[in-house]
């Protein structure tokens, strides 16, 4: 066997396994590193600026029902996370607002957001901007603020029971076009509502009820004033 033979061997040729030479590909992924962690936002520390979010921070007012009844308004959104921690909030719809000017043709992003805990309290916002971020931030701080309690029990003359799945009477309110009425329904029943008015109901912590509404029901707008009109009446007139 000649000496280049055995050169050839030693080094193996393309496909064979043998060693390569040089450094790494030039591109491809390193070793030993994934993907980087996504970093979440970091939560704001509430610092209250009003003397009623300062009485909150401290503990000297530890219920909604006591800012209610001494009929003091809420102006921070603090108040209502320090109060009900286990307050989530959802966007019901996202619409757009186009507008012609002297300067063109605006567009602005309208957004609007219920908050609830599934357990007695229900607030909703509007919140309008250029970006669609915003917009909906703006409508999460509006539904904080407007955060009502709500008084549920079992009105339904069929059910009888002392469970509080249901309204304790019949309700009616009025938004715009949009008239709601909600009628105590026997445990069991589940919600008779369209989509989007089931889902309001359900924040609010109804598990039963029947439902009738007439007007413009697709245009949130006054559907969500609508809902929340009768659902204040539980609590102002319970």
């Known amino acids: 066997m000649s000496q280049a033979t055995q050169t050839r061997q030693g080094q193996g040729g393309p496909g064979q396994g043998g060693p390569r030479q040089g450094g790494p590909r030039q591109g491809g992924p390193r070793q030993g ?10 939560e704001e520390v509430w610092i209250p600026k009003t003397i009623l979010g300062q009485k909150v921070a401290s503990g000297e007012i530890s219920s909604i029902e006591e800012i209610i009844e001494a009929g003091l308004r809420i102006q921070e959104a603090g108040i209502i996370k320090k109060l009900l921690p286990d307050l989530k909030s959802e966007v019901v719809d996202v619409g757009i607002i186009q507008k012609m000017t002297s300067n063109g043709q605006s567009t602005r992003f309208k957004a609007i957001v219920a908050a609830g805990n599934e357990n007695g309290y229900l607030g909703i916002g509007q919140g309008k901007s250029k970006q669609m971020r915003i917009a909906i931030e703006k409508a999460t701080n509006q539904a904080f603020l407007n955060v009502s309690p709500i008084k549920l029990g079992c009105g339904s003359w069929e059910c009888r029971c002392d469970q509080k799945h249901s309204v304790p009477f019949k309700i ?25 008015i089931k889902r309001l109901l359900e924040l609010a912590g109804l598990k039963d009820a029947w439902t009738t509404a007439k007007g413009s029901t697709p245009t949130m707008n006054s559907t969500s004033k609508a809902i929340l009109e009768c659902l204040r009446q539980t609590f102002s007139q319970g």
């Open 33 to 42: 590193q994934g993907r980087r962690p996504r970093r979440e936002p970091e």
């Open 172 to 196: 009616k309110g009025k938004g715009g076009s949009v008239t709601i009425e909600i009628i105590p329904a026997p445990r069991g029943l589940g919600l008779v509502a369209g989509g989007k």
